[in-house]
């Protein structure tokens, strides 16, 4: 399979593509490359990155931002930066992607474990996580027979949490995280939240 990924460079996106480099194509994609340049938060970008992608069989959305802060604190631009770019970002790449993926190819996309797991500081990061798990359970149905598409919802990440000074235990490795996507990608499945956490969700 030729496999488009995004936030290839990020911690997840690295286990991604190391993951599926051993059987697949990878085309790695982010703001600064390596392959591809996209930011997702701008449709035309999407637009052009899929153009150069050409007709690949799947892409996996590892990238994408929402403003973690207090409440109080968290101002109307958070909130429409947070929805523009993780949120519409994601939804964008799968709007686009019945010209662009090839037919009966799959999109998976990463949402979060704060959209059923809140804590303090992550209003608007549960609201874009929760938008994605909704947007793709109800986008299957609608893609049904031509794109299969599916989100993933790590929890904490070992190695994010060792960089937080906290125990890297209590989170998923991000080699672990990246067989969920593999799952996506080769299983016949859509419509799917998929959990990469600690617990099941
Ligand atoms: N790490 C965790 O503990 C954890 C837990 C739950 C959920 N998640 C979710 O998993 C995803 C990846 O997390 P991560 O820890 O791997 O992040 P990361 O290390 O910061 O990597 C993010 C990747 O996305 C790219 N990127 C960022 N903004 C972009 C944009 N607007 N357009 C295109 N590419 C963009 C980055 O490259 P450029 O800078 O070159 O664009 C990079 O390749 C995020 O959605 C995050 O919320 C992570």
Redesign the pocket.
């Known amino acids: 399979m030729r496999i488009l990924v995004?936030?290839?460079?990020?911690?997840?996106?690295t286990e991604i593509v190391r993951l599926l480099s051993r059987d697949h194509e990878v085309i790695g994609?982010?703001?600064?490359g390596p392959a591809l340049t996209?930011?997702?938060?701008d449709k035309a970008s999407i637009v052009a990155m899929y153009r150069q992608a050409g007709a690949p069989d799947a892409v996996i959305c590892?990238?994408?931002?929402?403003k973690f802060a207090p409440l109080d604190v968290l101002a109307d631009e958070d909130f429409a930066f947070s929805l523009a770019?993780?949120l519409m970002?994601q939804i964008n790449l799968v709007r686009c992607a019945p010209q662009a993926v090839k037919p009966g190819g799959s999109i998976t996309l990463?949402s979060?474990?704060l959209a059923l797991h809140p804590i303090p500081g992550g209003a608007a990061v549960s609201v874009v996580n929760a938008g994605v798990d909704a947007f793709v359970r109800a986008a299957a149905l609608e893609l049904a027979g031509k794109l299969r598409v599916n989100a993933v919802s790590?929890?904490?990440?070992s190695e994010?949490l060792q960089a937080m000074g906290r125990d890297p235990d209590e989170?998923v490795p991000a080699a672990v995280v990246a067989q969920a996507y593999r799952k996506c990608v080769v299983e016949d499945i859509t419509g799917q939240v998929v959990s990469a956490a600690l617990s099941p969700q």
């Open positions: 995004i936030g290839a460079t990020g911690l997840l996106g994609a982010s703001r600064k996209v930011d997702i938060s590892v990238a994408g931002t929402a770019n993780k970002g990463t979060g474990v790590p929890g904490w990440v994010t989170g």
